[in-house]
């Protein structure tokens, strides 16, 4: 029996088919057989559609900035500085880093802080010993001052505590800047009188 070609429609539309899906029509020219042959050439263009990329996206390598030192923005041949709040020295040869190294700096106290400010070394002198004001006496291997004869740079073996450690602050220097001794061995080896010598609070 063929059903009016309203009822088919109205049935289409209630079932909620897509206006892309292959139909067809009683009593429009079209049949099953037209409709069958519609229906392979849909599924023959579906399958000849490509197919994304299977290939992982390409990660961006990522090249981390060396981190700034002190000597980052240096011009002299040759450049000491040292940081006592970090406690801690620098020895640069323009904007590279030839050696760096954690120092003991003054006591805090009137007459004990390492003075900041911009100095020269002024030699180096070996196996000397220092004297205080006090009358205490120390021997040491390497005396480099840079504001003789009150300061300057020098190993200190009866040093209990470790280089850069904030005990600097009760147990620290009378003023001078204490050195591990293969660093300051080092510094005697590399320094020149006249060598600029910075020396910052931060």
Known sequence: MRLPIALVA?????????????????GLGS???STASARAATTSSVAAAPTPSSSAPVTPTIVARPRPTPCTSNTHRRWVFVSLRRQHLW???RTRVVRDTPITSGMIGQYTETPTGTYVIQGVTRNTSLTLLSGESYAVDYWIPFDGPLFGFHDSSWQKFPYGSSK???DGSHGCVHMPLAAIRFMAGWAQVGTPVTIRAR
Do not use: Q, R
Not at 10 to 26: E, H, I, K, M, Y
């Open 10 to 26: 109205a049935a289409l539309t209630l079932a909620g088919c897509s206006a892309s899906a292959p139909t067809w029509t009683a």
């Open 31 to 33: 049949s099953p057989a």
């Open 168 to 170: 600097y602050h009760t």
């Open 91 to 93: 020895m640069c040869a």
